[in-house]
């Protein structure tokens, strides 16, 4: 039964990646080795983010239940480096802003799945007693994918050089709500108390807003030139 639940668990976290890989036609490209590239340069950037908040924001100590804003507004200010990071892997990368935005994306988050949510599933899923949190991981993981090919495409378009000025303010908003999407979410289940499946209902909410809205400014661009 524990491996039965570690294989839905498993099939629901990694099985979209595959299948947006196939989809996507990244495949046909042969892109694989380009993901893998994209999946050091997470690797890369995170280890720069995780000297740079040890060194300079130490551990908070105040009392229990008090959230600490301007800290947690500061350490999410850090995830720009993911901006630069994305920036970094479509910018070494030739060929359609699609196909740039689609590598950079899967490589990103597909490095994201494995390091972060890979040992809690193999250690935790297979437990003994059964536990909801590890689907909610599952489909926390998918979120996530979704988030990072809508961050992908607002850095593509922010960079551009032929970006119509009508769209600088729009495209800005979206960058900054996909940096701190980690902190407002924070914030609200602090301000509203929500629940474990309320947050990630209201994670899913926004993150498709954000995806959609980048979607409609990504189509628009590339159709009026």
């Not at 297979?126 to 993981?141: A, H, N, P, V």
């Not at 289940?189 to 990630?200: E, I, P, Q, R």
């Amino acid at each position: 039964m524990t491996l039965f639940h570690f294989g839905n668990c498993f099939s629901l976290a990694y099985f979209p990646y595959f299948i947006t890989y196939k989809c996507s036609g990244l495949s046909e490209y042969n892109a694989f080795w380009r993901c893998v590239q994209a999946g050091a340069t997470y690797l890369f950037v995170q280890l720069c983010k995780m000297l740079f908040l040890a060194t300079f924001f130490p551990t908070w100590e105040g009392g229990a239940g008090v959230y600490d804003f301007v800290g947690e507004f500061m350490k999410a200010t850090v995830d720009l480096a993911d901006l630069l990071g994305l920036h970094l892997v479509m910018s070494r990368n030739a060929g359609k802003g699609e196909y740039k935005i689609m590598v950079a994306a899967m490589g990103w988050a597909t490095a994201e799945l494995i390091m972060s949510r890979c040992i809690p599933l193999w250690v935790g899923a297979r437990g003994i007693e059964f536990d909801w949190k590890y689907i909610q991981m599952s489909f926390d993981s998918n979120i996530s994918l979704v988030h990072y090919i809508a961050m992908a495409a607002v850095v593509w378009m922010f960079t551009r050089y032929d970006l119509p000025k009508s769209f600088r303010l729009p495209v800005t908003i979206l960058l900054g709500l996909c940096v701190y999407k980690g902190f407002l979410m924070e914030l609200f289940v602090h301000v509203f108390l929500l629940g474990s499946w309320t947050a990630l209902l209201v994670k899913a909410v926004l993150t498709g807003a954000i995806s959609l809205c980048s979607l409609f400014l990504f189509v628009t661009l590339v159709h009026s030139n």
